[in-house]
T-cell receptor, first 114, second 115 residues
Framework: KQEVTQIPAALSVPEGENLVLNCSFT??????LQWFRQDPGKGLTSLLL?????REQTSGRLNASLDKSSGRSTLYIAASQPGDSATYLC?????????????FGQGTILTVHP | EAGVTQFPSHSVIEKGQTVTLRCDPI?????LYWYRRVMGKEIKFLLH????????ESGMPNNRFLAERTGGTYSTLKVQPAELEDSGVYFC?????????????FGSGTRLTVV
């Protein structure tokens, strides 16, 4: 059973494009949802954290939204740059489990070419 | 501040051998987590320490895996005996406060290959 689904699995865009990464989840009792970035051979870096009571969070060119009722979150990247190339992961923390546990999607591999 | 440190970064062992992975969290972080990513699958939770106590070990796959955190500082994850399906990347993370408020810091991971 896939609890978190990320679409698309991979995305290749030219520099400058605005793009949207999608994340859907089956647990309606989430506590929060996070978006992470992973560069090859590196750990995960937290980009944005949305609490269940919030609708969206913004940081620079990144905007993440959360719709609990539909079980969806999107990560919007404006004016993409080659340095944005990485794997993007969404993960949620559930009210039904221990507070330390994150449930991850498989990620979207983003390539931004010059 | 220093980040979360994991070593080794890579390990190749034969089936049936023992391997011990180590994680040094950020100093002062009471919460320490182990996650694993098996090839082609999503990152999955293994367990969560609060100081030296296991808060949640529901993700540990079987009794071949043993995690410890003596003194509430660094943690080790031992796999004994290793099987082929244990291959993957093992991540450690730490946080100072309730992670639901944010503040996870992940290490770079240990890539384990069992042959």
């Amino acid at each position: 059973k896939q609890e978190v689904t990320q679409i698309p699995a991979a995305l290749s865009v030219p520099e400058g494009e605005n793009l949207v990464l999608n994340c859907s989840f089956t647990d309606s009792a989430i506590y929060n949802l996070q978006w992470f970035r992973q560069d090859p051979g590196k750990g995960l870096t937290s980009l944005l954290l949305i609490q269940s009571s919030q609708r969206e969070q913004t940081s620079g060119r990144l905007n993440a939204s959360l719709d609990k009722s539909s079980g969806r979150s999107t990560l919007y990247i404006a004016a993409s740059q080659p340095g944005d190339s990485a794997t993007y992961l969404c993960a949620f923390s559930s009210r039904g489990t221990s507070y330390g546990k994150l449930t991850f999607g498989q990620g979207t591999i983003l390539t931004v070419h010059p | 501040e220093a980040g979360v440190t994991q070593f080794p970064s890579h390990s190749v062992i034969e089936k049936g051998q023992t391997v011990t992975l180590r994680c040094d969290p950020i100093s002062g972080h009471d919460n320490l987590y182990w996650y694993r990513r098996v090839m082609g699958k999503e990152i999955k939770f293994l367990l969560h320490f609060v100081k030296e106590s296991k808060q949640d070990e529901s993700g540990m796959p079987n009794n071949r895996f043993l995690a410890e955190r003596t003194g509430g500082t660094y943690s080790t994850l031992k796999v004994q005996p290793a099987e082929l399906e244990d291959s993957g990347v093992y991540f450690c993370a730490s946080s100072h406060r309730d992670p639901r408020l944010g503040g996870y810091t992940f290490g770079s991971g240990t890539r384990l290959t069992v042959v």
